[in-house]
């Protein structure tokens, strides 16, 4: 283990073997987080050299190395699950700060601690102690130590100390040490406290050097393969072994039998990991070695270097003295080695990470906002026809306002059917659930009427109706209001407003959100020193690692069921003029643009939650209607890369499916319904006469038959299960128009033909419509009872 920067831990002790058999990754992690006690997060990395825990952030590093054991796998999860748990970060911060040979220190004290915290972790879990031993005879099956060939004796004290512990304790080989040795071992065998480490750990260092002193320049190595000549053959050599050797089979082993179980103490090292206060310590020397600036004492500041390159271990001259011997020499061979082992073969795995939460007050344009700017867009067109006796731009958007209120008004009149329609269906299974959730109870009260028919009936006794508490409901509509809507933006308001006007027959709570790519309550935009743009803010965390980030966006609150039955009506009516005349006869602010689909469903894991607690309801029925896709988030990654997207709330790894065609909008999807609950509906409008260009982003071959047959006699279709996240899905024809008065537009000499056509156009969209409001409806009751 080395430690990276001031946050990450590091453990360099671990080696894979090949095996013919796969490792189940989400296995791994749930052992990782039941081991921890936490729901840390566990990421899975080619990149990785080793493993690694960031105690900052709580995330555990695994490398991905070629045919990686179980044993392996379990030795790596438990070793740095032991470090999160039981190593002291800060104090380890200031323990390396307080020595002048930081890379030497840093090795020595790797090795000590590497012994407490694996003793530790098999202390509370018995069971892992079978795979550590397995582990790491892997390890010395590969060499990955370097000591094929090599006499054990001949090695340095740190490095024979380091061998016990990784392979004498396990019988794996027989590590000689002499009497005047033996005191080291017994003391790392017994180090409880992570202060017993850092002394032990001082005073192996400064014997080192004081060796490396006397032995001269280019005798480091040397020397320290004659301090172990002459010891073998002695009794304490056995001694030595036989205080610290441990069976294969994980039963027990000499060093956890003299020391006491020791509990982790998680709340110790949480939270902990400021930047460095080596220079607020005591016993700091001359500035803590050039430590300045809050950076580390290597210079670096975090666990990246200038470059960006990955610091994930000190330079080797960090170890070494002028003579270039190192404290442990087989250390040094792994840091080197275990390079090697990387599966350069294997997909990368790129995380992302969603963010926790949204700026809702930059993003929400709410119902005040939106009359505020017509109020202001009409004052403006008066000021500037007074001001300007030849304009009669205030005119002409009078007289389309009043053109689209007399089509508005006449719409609803159509629709009045097909809303009482909705209605009832509503009602009624709202009946059935209730009556579902009815139950007689008898009292054991006598019933003075019914015991006069004690003879032909036993109900005598009087009785209780019950009705168990149901389910309320609240919907949140999000419309696309992006420029590719507009051929079809006419009918999608339309059926929006059907469902709002049953919304509010049916007394449900809603709020209509459009999703656009203008946002005026983003301040004005700024440029940094070097004259680049700086980044607007939506998101509440905004620096923490890959997070993905929104582009320019708002949601603009068209249409609320908070507004009186007047500010209703109005909100509808804007909205109805703003599809069927929306340029130069509306405000600016309100033009389409691009589409911000998966930037709505993130901000929806906000709204609600908010819209539960302040409508009280219960099951929260979010509907989405769009023509396609949203631009990305940035949930991507390179050739040959695995996907995942971290959500930080619910603490899950979504991994992103290459074969949807909407990949990152289902897995935000997938996101919204774990953090909230609510029920997804999809209304993918199409306004194509096949419907087989969906083939491969909606409808699987199994799905096609059917949905071409409802296409052509009902104008829509369900979307197939596996290629939506959503609860339910509906493809929509929507160019059919909803003018159920096509008879009233024939001319008075209209042919039979004629009239015949115009009847059976109006009477198929009629039904299309109250075909779709009944789907919606079995969709919305089909929650009631849940």
């Known amino acids: 283990m080395v430690a990276e920067g001031p946050e990450l831990w590091y453990n360099t002790r671990m080696l894979n073997t090949k095996t013919s058999k796969s490792v189940n990754k989400t296995s791994k ?10 729901d840390i997060r566990v990421e899975h990395k080619k990149s990785a050299e080793t493993a690694a825990f960031d105690i900052k952030n709580r995330v555990l590093v695994l490398p991905i190395w070629k045919d990686m054991s179980n044993s392996m796998y379990d030795m790596l999860v438990a070793h740095e699950v032991s470090h999160a748990l039981n190593t002291p970060f800060k104090e380890w911060e200031v323990a390396k700060s307080s ?80 009497a005047e040795e033996q005191q080291y071992v017994t003391r790392m065998a017994n180090t409880e406290t992570f202060a017993d480490v850092i002394e032990l750990s001082k005073e192996l260092l400064e014997n080192w050097e004081e060796e490396q002193d006397q032995r001269g320049q280019g005798q480091g190595q040397e020397g320290e393969g004659q301090e172990g000549e002459g010891q073998e053959g002695q009794g304490q050599q056995g001694q030595g072994q036989s205080s610290t050797s441990e069976s ?52 670096r500041e975090g666990s990246d270097g200038e470059n960006g390159e990955n610091n994930s271990s000190y330079d080797y001259d960090d170890y070494t003295n002028n003579s270039g011997s190192a404290p442990s020499e087989t250390q040094r061979a792994f840091d080197q080695n275990k390079k090697e082992l990387v599966d350069s073969s294997c997909n990368e795995r790129t ?28 004052n403006n067109l008066r000021k500037s026809d007074a001001e300007n006796p030849e304009y009669t731009r205030y005119e002409s958007y009078q007289k389309g306002r009043n053109e689209s209120r007399t089509e508005f008004d006449s719409f609803l009149r159509s629709k009045k059917a097909v809303v009482n329609h909705m209605v009832s269906q509503f009602i009624m299974k709202q009946s059935a659930d209730e009556d579902r959730r009815t139950s007689i109870a008898k009292s054991g009260v006598l019933d003075t009427t019914a015991m006069m028919s004690y003879k032909w009936s036993e109900e005598i006794f009087a009785s209780n109706q019950v009705v168990a508490d149901g389910k309320n409901h609240g919907m949140i509509f999000f419309l696309d209001w992006s420029g590719s809507m507009g051929g079809i933006i006419k009918d999608t308001v339309e059926q929006l407003i059907i469902l709002t006007e049953f919304c509010n027959k049916a007394s449900i709570p809603f709020e209509v959100y459009a999703f656009s790519d203008r946002n005026d309550l983003q301040p004005e935009r700024t440029y940094d020193n070097d004259g680049n743009e700086t980044e607007l803010q939506y998101t509440a965390d905004e620096n923490s690692s890959n997070q993905l980030k929104p582009h320019q966006y708002s949601l603009i609150n068209f249409v609320s069921s908070r507004s009186n039955k007047k500010d209703y009506r109005t909100q509808c009516e804007r909205l109805f003029h703003l599809a069927v005349r929306n340029y130069g006869q509306s405000p600016r602010k309100f033009d389409m643009g691009c589409t911000p689909l998966n930037e709505a469903i ?84 199409h306004n194509n006469r096949a419907i087989h260009n969906l083939r491969y982003s909606h409808l699987n071959d199994d799905d096609l038959k059917e949905a071409n047959k409802t296409w052509k006699s ?38 039979f033909a004629k009239i015949r056509n115009a009847f059976k156009k109006s009477a198929n969209n009629n039904k299309t419509n109250k075909i779709i409001a009944t789907k919606m409806i079995e969709v919305f009751a089909s929650t009631l009872s849940k």
């Open 248 to 299: 294969t089979d994980g039963v027990s082993d000499g060093a956890e039998q003299q020391s006491p179980t020791s509990q982790p103490n998680l709340d110790d090292i949480k939270g902990q990991q400021d930047s460095n206060e080596n220079g607020e310590q005591d016993g700091s020397e001359d500035g803590q070695d050039g430590s300045e600036d809050g950076q580390d004492t290597d210079g």
């Open 99 to 178: 020595v002048k040979n930081e890379g030497a220190f840093m090795q020595v004290c790797n090795v000590v601690e590497d012994a407490r915290i694996e003793r530790l972790i098999k202390q509370q879990y018995a069971g892992i102690r079978k795979d550590f031993s397995r582990a790491y005879a892997e390890i010395h099956a590969i060499d990955l130590f370097e000591l094929k060939d090599k006499n054990v004796a001949d090695l340095g004290l740190i490095d024979r100390l380091n061998i016990e512990f990784k392979l004498g304790l396990f019988g794996h080989v027989q590590v000689p040490f002499s």
């Open 29 to 38: 992690s749930l052992l990782a987080k039941c081991m921890a006690t936490e």
């Open 714 to 751: 009902s104008n829509y279709a369900v979307a197939s299960a596996d290629r939506t996240s959503y609860d339910e899905c509906y493809i929509i024809k929507a160019n059919i128009g909803t003018d159920d008065d096509a008879l009233e537009n024939l001319d008075e000499d209209a042919s």
């Open 602 to 685: 993130v901000s929806a894991m906000d709204i609600v939650p908010a819209f539960q607690e302040a409508t009280k309801v219960q099951i929260v029925n979010a509907v989405f209607l769009t023509d396609g896709h949203g631009h990305g988030m940035g949930l991507s990654g390179g050739y040959r890369s695995d996907v995942i997207c971290h959500d930080p709330v619910t603490r899950k790894d979504y991994a992103v499916n290459p074969s949807q065609a909407h990949a990152e909008t289902n897995t935000y999807l997938e996101i919204l319904k774990d953090r909230t609950g609510c029920n997804l509906v999809g209304i993918y409008l």
């Open 351 to 378: 995380y992302n990470t969603l963010p926790t939460s949204m700026v809702l007050d930059k993003i929400i344009l709410d119902t005040d906002a939106v009359n505020s700017i017509w109020e202001a867009h009409e």
